[in-house]
């Protein structure tokens, strides 16, 4: 099989939806991961090269026998999309150590576990790992104790990668979003936080998931060949403005 093959996980919806349809139009095969099932094969239906295993990238046991379906199914890995993700957001000191968890199990663990379980297969191909992190994970932002500090994490984790696994061939770049116009983020930021964020931002708008895709797509392909360690803020200048907004304080 000479087709490449790009692992996405958390791809039934948002920015892991969207790369993978733009990975399909460059003329590469889908694994479609994610652990909702019904959204999943929902999302993958009509994707003509794409293939869905349903996997909570947080389990051990699980992240393996996902491996194993993919290399049987498709043979080969070429780049991995760490992209699924939990958020919870509130005060510190209403953040349990249960919500911490929460959030660590899939942002932090998960990214370990299904980069782990793929060195094997990216050491043949001569691979790429992208981990999806966040401007949140940049800067510093109220009522996001466990989100942001599980995405600062991330950071430094693709930092350890590219430098370890280097040597293999192996490139390991971050891609930290800013806001983007998801249908979530629209329904829940009010008129007040949409305009600060507005305000915040040097191009004065959200970005779109396509925007986010593009990114991560062209650093699993051979045109970033060596682009590896780097941090990429795809946040239309977010991260260049300062910290904190107040619409964002209560």
């Known amino acids: 099989m000479t087709q490449k093959l790009a692992l996405v996980t958390?791809?039934?919806?948002g920015?892991?939806?969207?790369?993978?349809?733009?990975?399909?139009?460059?003329?590469?095969?889908?694994?479609m991961i994610d652990r909702d099932a019904p959204t999943l094969a929902e999302a993958a239906k009509d994707l003509d090269g794409a293939r869905a295993f349903v996997c909570d990238v947080s389990i051990p046991e699980a992240v393996d026998q996902l491996y194993k379906d993919v290399l049987e199914k498709?043979?080969?890995?070429?780049?991995?999309v760490n992209n699924a993700g939990v958020a919870d957001f509130g005060p510190i000191e209403e953040t349990?150590?249960?919500?911490?968890?929460?959030?660590?199990?899939t942002n932090l663990d998960g990214v370990f576990l299904m980069s782990q379980a793929a060195i094997a297969a990216l050491r043949e191909t001569r691979g790429a790992?992208?981990?999806?992190?966040?401007?949140?994970?940049?800067?510093?932002?109220?009522?996001?104790?466990a989100y942001g500090t599980s995405k600062a994490a991330v950071i430094h984790m693709t930092k350890q990668q590219a430098a370890e696994l280097g040597e293999h061939?192996?490139?390991a770049n971050c891609v930290c979003p800013g806001p983007v116009r998801t249908k979530l983020a629209m329904a829940v930021h009010s008129?007040?936080?949409?305009?600060?964020?507005h305000d915040a931002i040097p191009l004065n708008r959200y970005g779109s998931e396509d925007e986010i895709g593009e990114v991560i797509v062209f650093l699993c392909g051979d045109k970033a060949s060596y682009v590896t360690g780097q941090v990429v803020a795809s946040d239309g200048g977010f991260d260049s403005t300062g910290i904190g907004l107040p619409d964002l304080r209560d």
Do not use: C, E, H, Q
């Open 10 to 13: 958390g791809a039934a919806r």
């Open 169 to 171: 061939g192996i490139r």
């Open 96 to 105: 349990t150590f249960a919500r911490w968890r929460t959030v660590m199990d």
């Open 191 to 197: 008129p007040a936080i949409i305009a600060a964020y």
């Open 129 to 145: 790992i992208v981990n999806i992190a966040s401007i949140s994970g940049l800067r510093a932002s109220t009522l996001r104790v």
């Open 74 to 80: 498709f043979g080969r890995i070429d780049a991995l």
């Open 15 to 31: 920015i892991g939806l969207a790369t993978t349809k733009l990975f399909l139009r460059d003329g590469w095969n889908v694994a």
